[in-house]
Nanobody, 126 residues
């Protein structure tokens, strides 16, 4: 079993920055694929960014150039640096992890991920 605990988030004015972190414990592997998803009010959960075992990253078009996903293997931590935030980035953000995927060429769908964080709210006001 793997447990994912998220930190960060909050409220920020448009144009500002926030950082999310996700700390894993339990049976994790360096080959795990990790990702961030978000769910905006009235919308389905959508992929935001993912990073695979080799460090290859993929981003949703809506966040490309503004968000940066990174991982610290030694600390079992996944980060999401969010810059130039927009009101439409307002959502509940979730980290996810799986060993079902090792390399990525596109954002994996949520169904591939076995473990999820508890979610953290990000609110961007104009």
């Amino acid at each position: 079993q793997v447990q994912l605990v998220q930190y960060g988030g909050g409220s920020v004015q448009a144009g500002g920055s926030l950082r999310l972190s996700c700390v894993a414990s339990g049976r994790t592997y360096d080959s795990d694929c990790m990702a961030w998803f978000r769910q905006r009010p009235g919308k389905e959960r959508e992929g935001v960014a993912a990073i695979d075992r080799d460090g290859t990253v993929q981003y949703a078009d809506t966040v490309k150039g503004r968000f940066i996903i990174s991982k610290d293997i030694a600390q079992h931590t996944l980060h999401l640096e969010m810059n130039s935030l927009k009101p439409e980035d307002t959502a509940m953000y979730y980290c996810a992890r799986t060993n079902n995927i090792h390399t990525i060429r596109a954002l994996p769908a949520a169904g591939f991920f076995d473990y999820w964080g508890q979610g953290t709210q990000v609110t961007v006001f104009s």
